[in-house]
């Protein structure tokens, strides 16, 4: 049974630093197709962040050159650390998985997702 549980959510001023982490198990993060996403207040869960076999990261538009995404083999774990964060930046983040190589095969649907962690940016 898989399971993945995010970490690292809270609240910060805008230009903070936040780092989640999705703890992975019955899954092995390596060279599967992992993902970020975030779903804000009245609006549709959105890909922030994602990394497979093929292409290790890849971000939106509107988190490029702001967040980092790395899997840690060792700790099968997948994170996303996130800098110079802004109010639009809040919602509700999730780590999302699925058994393929690529991300883009079965039209990018996930098989696995957490409960989610919420970020809040405030000043």
């Known amino acids: 049974q898989v399971h993945l549980v995010e970490s690292g959510g809270g609240s910060v001023q805008p230009g903070g630093s936040l780092r989640l982490s999705c703890a992975a198990s019955?899954?092995?993060?390596?060279?599967?197709?992992m993902g970020w996403f975030r779903q804000a207040p009245g609006k549709e869960r959105e890909l922030v962040a994602r990394?497979?076999?093929?292409?290790?990261?890849a971000y939106s538009d509107s988190v490029k050159g702001r967040f980092t995404i790395s899997k840690d083999d060792a700790k099968n774990t997948l994170d996303l650390q996130m800098n110079d964060l802004k109010p639009e930046d809040t919602a509700v983040y999730y780590c999302?998985?699925?058994?393929?190589?690529?991300?883009?095969?079965?039209?990018?649907?996930?098989?696995?997702w957490g409960e989610g962690t919420l970020v809040t940016i405030s000043s």
């Open positions: 019955g899954f092995t993060v390596s060279g599967y197709c």
């Open positions: 990394s497979d076999y093929y292409e290790p990261t």
């Open positions: 999302a998985a699925k058994r393929e190589y690529s991300c883009f095969r079965r039209d990018g649907t996930m098989d696995y």
